[in-house]
């Protein structure tokens, strides 16, 4: 079965400071996307990132990273410089071939930026 | 350009009672998913629209839901029959020919008494 897991229900973080969410699948595809999703209390599902599995290099975004290691099927974010607006939960998902396009999703982090 | 969106934002309906949720995508999107979100679960596909291709129903809960889509672009999703654990936040997501990103629309709360 293809899962998405991600370890860590809830984490914080200080303001300006840098913070890594994990994420971790299973899968015997070879072709696949992930994705970070952010999700503010607005309810509203925000795409953060993507990335392409036969990319090696690493997507960026602004100040937001991954950290994507294809023989271990992990997938971390990185926040640089956190921003009270980065609060929210935080949904690790993958789009394997084989799945007619539907994502698979982890449990969500929820991250909380502190003043 | 105007992003997915979702009606109504919230619903309250009793036990038994039908509901239709409507989802109108971004415009010129193929492809269109539902998907359910319960609380302290993570997100559940429901269902997924290509185009004029059948659609993949595999996610549906139950023969209490179905869901249709219009011309290739407005759809609703149909609960009938509704059970207090059908409530959760329902989801739509649209995307364009070729491009795996979903986008997504700020939800219905469906909350069954």
């Known amino acids: 079965a293809q899962t998405v897991t991600q370890s860590q229900p809830e984490m914080s973080v200080q303001e300006a400071e840098t913070v890594t969410l994990s994420c971790t699948y299973d899968?015997?595809?070879?072709?696949?996307?992930l994705f970070w999703y952010k999700q503010p209390p607005s309810r509203q599902m925000i795409l953060v990132i993507r990335?392409?599995?036969?990319k090696q290099q690493n997507a960026t975004e602004n100040r937001f990273s991954v950290n994507f290691q294809k023989a271990a099927k992990s997938f971390s974010l990185k926040i640089s410089d956190s921003q009270l607006g980065d609060t929210a939960m935080y949904f690790c998902?993958?789009?394997?071939?084989?799945?007619?396009?539907?994502?698979?999703w982890g449990l969500g982090t929820s991250l909380a930026v502190n003043p | 350009g105007a992003g997915v969106s979702q009606s109504p934002s919230n619903k309250v309906t009793e036990k038994g009672k039908d509901v239709e949720l409507r989802c109108d995508p971004i415009s010129g999107h193929t492809a269109l998913y539902w998907y359910r979100q319960s609380l302290g679960q993570g997100l559940e596909f429901l269902i997924y629209f290509q185009g004029n291709s059948a659609p993949d129903k595999s996610g549906l809960p139950s023969d209490r839901f179905s869901a249709e889509r219009t011309g290739g672009s407005v759809s609703t999703l149909t609960i009938q029959r509704t059970q207090q654990e059908d409530s959760a936040v329902y989801l739509c997501a649209s995307s364009p020919t070729g491009i795996p990103t979903q986008y997504f629309g700020p939800g219905t709360r469906l909350t069954v008494l």
């Open positions: 899968t015997s595809e070879n072709n696949y996307y």
């Open positions: 998902a993958s789009l394997f071939a084989g799945n007619n396009r539907k994502l698979i």
């Open positions: 990335q392409e599995a036969y």
